[in-house]
């Protein structure tokens, strides 16, 4: 069992960036992707990135060309740079295994863009 710890989120205006990162305690790319996840309050939890061990990824339609996700296999961290920031990104993040996530989600980080 992997466990995650998420952190960089806050609240940012309409058009600001954060970094979030994840540190897991095992290999990041033991089950082939990393993912990052956001559950917006009474949605349901969504993958908006995912990367693998070779470093290709994977995005959502609505976060494409704002939202760029690493990994860094020696740290066991993984990174979700968020660019042009919307207050449709308002969530909790998450970060877990993809296809098949880890029984233990972490805390999550929450995001808030708001004016």
């Known amino acids: 069992q992997v466990h995650m710890v998420e952190s960089g989120g806050g609240l940012v205006q309409p058009g600001g960036s954060l970094r979030l990162s994840c540190v897991a305690s095992?290999?990041?790319?033991?089950?082939?992707?990393m993912g990052w996840y956001r559950q917006a309050p009474g949605k349901q939890r969504e993958l908006v990135a995912r990367v693998s061990y070779g470093g290709s990824t994977n995005y959502a339609d609505s976060v494409k060309g704002r939202f760029a996700i690493s990994g860094d296999n020696a740290k066991n961290t993984v990174y979700l740079q968020m660019n042009s920031l919307k207050p449709e990104d308002t969530a909790v993040y998450y970060c877990?295994?993809?296809?098949?996530?880890?029984?233990?989600w972490g805390q999550g980080t929450q995001v808030t863009v708001s004016s």
């Open positions: 095992g290999s990041i790319f033991s089950r082939n992707y």
């Open positions: 877990n295994s993809f296809p098949i996530p880890w029984d233990s």
